[in-house]
């Protein structure tokens, strides 16, 4: 089983940049898709980008796209979310996830392991 830890989360302005991190431990990490969600207080979980197993496809939500960049690192078992040009509705925890298969997937029910999660705080 792959555990996640995020990291990179913090407090900036508006406009600002953040790159997060997701390490995973176990072998397989190179055979599943990989995805960041996030959640705001009081809303529920959502989609922010899928990356596939080898790297080469990539999908985001509406509301991020041209501003956040999903990548991969197989051989550090890492994947990344570089998040620029910052809004304060990108405020949320932002986890990790496994997917369970090597495919994106945008579906929460897609994703077997998660992260405990990082707090990104954008002000105004």
């Known amino acids: 089983q792959v555990q996640l830890v995020e990291s990179g989360g913090g407090l900036v302005q508006a406009g600002g940049s953040l790159r997060l991190s997701c390490a995973a431990s176990?072998?397989?990490?190179?055979?599943?898709?990989m995805g960041w969600f996030r959640q705001a207080p009081g809303m529920e979980r959502e989609f922010v980008a899928a990356?596939?197993?080898?790297?080469?496809?990539?999908d985001y939500a509406d509301s991020v796209k041209g501003r956040f960049t999903i990548s991969r690192d197989n051989a550090k078992n890492t994947v990344y979310l570089q998040m620029n040009s910052l809004k304060p509705e990108d405020t949320a925890v932002y986890y990790c996830?496994?997917?369970?298969?090597?495919?994106?997937?945008?579906?929460?029910?897609?994703?077997?392991?998660w992260g405990q999660g990082t707090q990104v705080t954008v002000s105004s």
């Open positions: 996830a496994v997917s369970r298969s090597a495919l994106v997937t945008t579906r929460p029910l897609g994703y077997g392991n």
């Open positions: 176990g072998r397989t990490f190179s055979i599943y898709g």
């Open positions: 990356i596939d197993s080898s790297g080469g496809t990539m």
